[in-house]
């Protein structure tokens, strides 16, 4: 049987052919998000489905989508998909897990070099023409050696980048999560007040969810350090943009390196982005030309075990697995 596959993106070509070779690829290759309202009709025959994390996969969506089967989302993050209706509904949802962690700590590690040695202002100051004579006051930013980096989310990610610091003498700490670690580490977890008192850098890596949605608040930040840093490259609204603002323009933070905001895209207008105080930079934690093709293979082969009738490898609701079978065996 052939199956009629929805790709709301174009992808890496390795990963088309993959898909092509198991259906009939009916593809979004707009340089800008699928309309929701085409989605919603390109769903209505398909068997599966490959989206972006700017695709909001709820109710709305699957309602009318009667033969679909799985969601694979090409992205590690999982927000955009609403697993209680895509469990109610009997259908499958992936995501990306391991491909984008090298990707992701090396970008977590430029921001923090760029951000605390100035980079982007040094930059923008020579091309301007205001480099008139080398001066020993001028272009100062922060040594990055000798700080701590305190680490929200000792996940995949989290502990690739804290691996990367003793390259740079810095003593990496974790925040107390109180949830079981999967492996061994050698950083030290403490406890919030701790963490925050002793962290130079925090760098966030935790998945949003209604308990880290505004996790970093007015409180949180009151907390750190005076002088400290902030780097987000995990999602925006982990962070009230709102109070981080206010802690950058009363000198509180000295710096906030930004890969992700709670509303994206955004351009220079944006308060945060515009800010003195700011690196920002448009959600490129994975955006390396290996990493995306590894995530576009990743994401159709889970697509594809899954139109096969088997176990994906990266399942987030296996309690759709039981449920599966009713789209399954429409197939006799
Ligand atoms: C993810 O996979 O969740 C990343 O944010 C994509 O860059």
């Given amino acids: 049987m052939s199956f009629v596959i929805v790709v709301t993106r174009a992808i890496h070509p390795d990963a088309l052919s993959l898909l092509n070779q198991h259906g009939t690829v009916r593809l979004w290759d707009q340089p800008h998000p699928i309309p929701r309202g085409v989605l919603q009709d390109w769903l209505k025959d398909a068997d599966a489905a490959l989206t972006m994390l700017t695709d909001r996969i709820d109710d709305g969506v699957l309602n009318d989508a009667s033969s679909l089967r799985v969601v694979s989302n090409m992205a590690v993050g999982y927000d955009n998909l609403d697993l209680v209706a895509l469990t109610h509904h009997g259908i499958l949802a992936t995501n990306t897990p391991d491909v984008l962690t090298e990707a992701t700590a090396e970008l977590t590690w430029a921001l923090i070099l760029a951000l605390l040695r100035g980079l982007v202002p040094s930059r923008e ?8 004579s080398w001066s020993p006051d001028a272009f100062l930013g922060t040594e ?8 929200v989310g ?11 610091s003793p390259a740079f003498n810095v003593r990496a700490v974790a925040l107390e999560s109180g949830k079981a670690v999967p492996h061994a580490s050698p ?57 981080l603002k206010e802690a950058l323009d009363s000198g ?22 515009s800010h003195p105080r700011v690196l920002a930079t448009p959600h490129i934690g994975s955006a390396t030309y290996e ?13 594809v075990t899954a139109l096969s009738g088997k176990r994906p490898p990266d399942l987030l609701n296996g309690e759709a697995w039981p449920g599966r079978t009713q789209r399954f065996l429409n197939d006799g």
């Fill in 252 to 273: 509180k933070l000295a710096g906030a390196a930004l890969d992700v905001f709670n509303e994206e895209p955004i351009n220079g207008h944006h308060p945060l982005a």
């Fill in 154 to 164: 000792l996940g995949r990610i989290g502990l690739a980048v804290a691996r990367r």
């Fill in 144 to 151: 990055v050696s000798g700080k701590t980096l305190g680490i």
């Fill in 187 to 243: 950083f030290p977890r403490l406890p919030r007040r701790e963490f925050l008192e002793s962290a130079d850098i925090v760098s966030l890596h935790v998945p949003l969810t209604a308990s880290t949605r505004h996790l970093v608040n007015r409180e949180w930040l009151d907390a750190m350090k005076s002088g400290s840093f902030l780097v987000n490259t995990a999602r925006g609204a982990i962070v009230d943009e709102l109070a």
């Fill in 125 to 132: 100051a020579l091309l301007a023409g205001e480099w008139t």
């Fill in 291 to 303: 990493t995306r093709r590894q995530m576009a293979l990743r994401a159709a082969g889970n697509l």
